[in-house]
């Protein structure tokens, strides 16, 4: 009787294994937001630098990558809490307690991802031509 219910169910569509989020696959920084916003620059700019910092993107492992965004994130929320406790210092005011505290927690939490992707900076690999060639070579073999 199950192999009925089964054999007159509709079909279902075949899972897809290369379906992806823009946002998984890099071409989207964030799902609901402008990517020309200021915040989103910053976190864009500070990815990139973290990149070139670990020897560029495509030395970077999935791991890394996902750190390096919430890396991004905080160094995003830690200038515009600095902008604020500029603005605030220039029209005579202090900052609060609270956002002194939020700005030190966030600074901690970055300074932690950080240790985990490494502080030490990592050389970008540089090839000469006859490299560069060899390694053509070689792909051109294995893609064959």
Same mark, same amino acid.
């Given at each position: 009787?199950?192999?009925?219910?089964?054999?007159?169910?509709?079909?279902?569509?075949?899972? =897809?294994?290369?379906?992806?989020? =823009? /946002?998984?696959?890099?071409?989207?920084?964030?799902? #609901?937001?402008?990517?020309?916003?200021?915040?989103?620059?910053?976190?864009?700019?500070?990815?990139?630098?973290?990149?070139?910092?670990?020897?560029?993107?495509?030395?970077? &492992?999935?791991?890394?990558?996902l750190?390096?965004?919430?890396?991004?994130?905080? +160094?995003? +929320?830690l200038?515009?809490?600095?902008?604020?406790?500029?603005?605030?210092?220039?029209?005579?005011?202090?900052? #609060?307690?609270?956002?002194?505290?939020?700005? &030190?927690?966030?600074?901690?939490?970055?300074?932690r991802?950080?240790?985990?992707?490494?502080?030490?900076?990592?050389?970008?690999? +540089?090839?000469?031509? /006859?490299?560069?060639?060899?390694?053509?070579?070689?792909? =051109?073999?294995?893609?064959?």
């Amino acid at each position: 009787m199950r192999q009925n219910v089964l054999a007159n169910s509709p079909p279902t569509a075949p899972y =897809k294994a290369e379906a992806t989020s =823009k /946002v998984g696959t890099g071409k989207k920084l964030l799902p #609901s937001v402008n990517g020309s916003t200021i915040w989103a620059r910053l976190m864009r700019d500070t990815m990139r630098r973290i990149f070139a910092h670990l020897g560029g993107e495509e030395n970077v &492992s999935e791991p890394q990558r996902l750190l390096a965004r919430r890396v991004a994130t905080f +160094e995003s +929320e830690l200038i515009f809490l600095e902008d604020e406790f500029a603005r605030q210092r220039s029209e005579g005011d202090q900052p #609060s307690v609270s956002l002194l505290d939020l700005y &030190s927690r966030i600074a901690s939490a970055q300074r932690r991802h950080l240790e985990a992707i490494g502080l030490q900076r990592v050389p970008r690999e +540089e090839l000469g031509i /006859v490299e560069i060639m060899a390694r053509v070579a070689r792909e =051109k073999v294995e893609a064959a």
